[in-house]
């Protein structure tokens, strides 16, 4: 196995579950020292976790000074929240939703630039519903598109940095429910039979993707669409 990561600092914020948790363990098959921010401190082995509440700027800048040099840094980090109508959304909802995927990373990325490589990776996460549109996914939608905006913004002013943005369809995660639920299992199968492929994704799967935007230092700029044809 190519070892492409060898002697690079990868920091995966949103590294202790479901697709962050994938992309760490992919960068350390690859060779890089990876360091796996979330709220539990939660890691593959051999990765360092560190426990920090994304909305903490102070322990995350703290965070990134002990790191030093990143070579990669990977932003997962989202939360959950239903379907939600205009006529009911709640006060608390859209500065929730924004803060954890969109605020979190542009102050991931500031707090980060003194020690981010001349050459550093950027990756964001948006999602499939950015440019898939229907009734009751206005803020998901409108939160997506903003990473996707943000994304492209960044690697025009961070150049040569490069920023790209992966977008995923549905993938099998604990998102969804519980592992084994009937609701989780039941959404999963009805997801299933409307993409091309026939199924959902692994967290493996995306983090290829991650990989991929990573080490092509062709590519920034970029939104990846890993949807199973789900936008089709």
């Known amino acids: 196995m190519t070892k492409i990561l060898q ?29 796996a921010i ?9 990765a360092q976790g560190i426990k920090v509440d994304v909305s903490d700027r102070h322990a995350l800048s703290a965070a990134f000074g002990k790191i030093g040099r990143i070579e ?13 109508p205009v006529a009911s959304l709640e006060e608390p909802l859209l500065p929730g939703a924004f803060e954890a995927k969109l605020f979190s990373a542009v102050h991931a990325v500031r707090l980060a630039l003194p020690v981010l490589a001349p050459t550093a990776s950027i990756t964001f996460t948006s999602g499939q519903v950015s440019r898939k549109y229907g009734t009751g996914s206005f803020v998901k939608g409108a939160l997506n598109s903003a990473v996707d905006a943000a994304g492209r913004h960044l690697a025009k002013e961070l150049a040569p940095r490069r920023v790209n943005v992966v977008s995923p369809g549905v993938v099998d ?3 969804w429910g519980e592992e084994g639920s009937d609701a989780r299992d039941a959404f999963i199968a009805r997801v299933s039979t409307s993409l091309p492929v026939g199924r959902v994704g692994r967290p493996e799967e995306l983090a ?10 062709f590519v920034t700029g970029s939104v990846l669409d890993v949807d199973g044809g789900g936008l089709l």
């Open 173 to 175: 995660t604990s998102l």
């Open 38 to 46: 979330g709220r539990s401190g939660r890691a593959p082995m051999s």
């Open 7 to 35: 002697g690079q600092n990868v920091v995966v914020m949103g590294g202790s579950s479901g697709i962050g948790f994938a992309v760490a363990e992919l960068a350390l098959e690859r060779g890089a020292a990876v360091f």
């Open 72 to 84: 990669h840094l990977v932003h997962t980090v989202g939360s959950r929240f239903g379907s939600t």
């Open 208 to 217: 290829r993707a991650y990989l991929f935007v990573m080490t092509n230092g």
